[in-house]
Nanobody
Framework: QVQLQESGGGSVQSGGSLRLSCAAY???????MGWFRQAPGKEREGVAK?????????YADSVKGRFIVSADPVKKNAMILQMTSLKPEDTAMYFC???????????????????WGQGTQVTVSS
């Protein structure tokens, strides 16, 4: 059974940085792997996605130039989200998710992703 596990959340001040990690277990083949977030009272939204091994990435406009998604250079089937210049509006529970590779491209639509982690909290104070 595919399992995803996030780590690295925490609390920082505005302008700070955090690094989130997501490891996928019991996953075979090629997958889109994405980061999503959900703030209280808001819908879950896509942040970034990557196809590990191919380097294809996509970002939400709200995080372009501030967040970078990449494959973990050490762990197989794992990705990192490096977040810089954090803003209070980035505060949310962050989730990683995976979708089987193939058409159609799921983009950053949460409903197109099959497997989900439990989430890790990111809090940015002003």
């Amino acid at each position: 059974q595919v399992q995803l596990q996030e780590s690295g959340g925490g609390s920082v001040q505005s302008g700070g940085s955090l690094r989130l990690s997501c490891a996928a277990y019991a996953i075979g083949g090629w997958y889109y792997m994405g980061w999503f977030r959900q703030a209280p009272g808001k819908e879950r939204e896509g942040v970034a996605k990557i196809v590990i091994g191919r380097g294809d990435t996509e970002y939400a406009d709200s995080v372009k130039g501030r967040f970078i998604v990449s494959a973990d250079p050490v762990k197989k089937n794992a990705m990192i989200l490096q977040m810089t210049s954090l803003k209070p509006e980035d505060t949310a529970m962050y989730f990683c998710a995976a979708a089987p590779l193939g058409p159609p491209n799921p983009g950053l639509a949460p409903e197109k992703y099959t497997y989900w982690g439990q989430g890790t909290q990111v809090t940015v104070s002003s």
